[in-house]
């Protein structure tokens, strides 16, 4: 990337929340997504976006460890978890 320059830009409030919802989401910025349209629109390579990281879910159960869970243990855990 060459040097950069300031501008201002006026956006709608309705497309600009959109932007950043959707800039959160990809882990990007707003200034790269204004970068990448620009790009597009005047015919330019714009580069891929980056790869969205996979969201963790979460699961978890009431009651705790089963009995004779040793979580000290990696390789008793391990041999508990693949019977």
């Not at 970068?35 to 699961?59: C, D, M, N, S, Y």
Request: net charge positive; aromatic share 2%; proline share 7%.
């Amino acid at each position: 990337m060459g040097t950069c320059m300031k501008t201002t830009v006026e956006i709608s409030d309705d497309l600009l929340v959109e932007a950043k919802k959707h800039a959160a989401e990809h882990r990007t910025t707003i200034r790269a997504l204004i970068e990448r349209g620009l790009r597009r629109e005047l015919g330019g390579q714009a580069p891929p976006p980056k790869a969205k990281r996979p969201t963790i879910r979460w699961v978890t159960v009431p009651g705790g460890l089963p009995k004779g869970m040793d979580v000290s243990d990696r390789a008793k855990m391990l041999q508990r978890l693949t019977k």
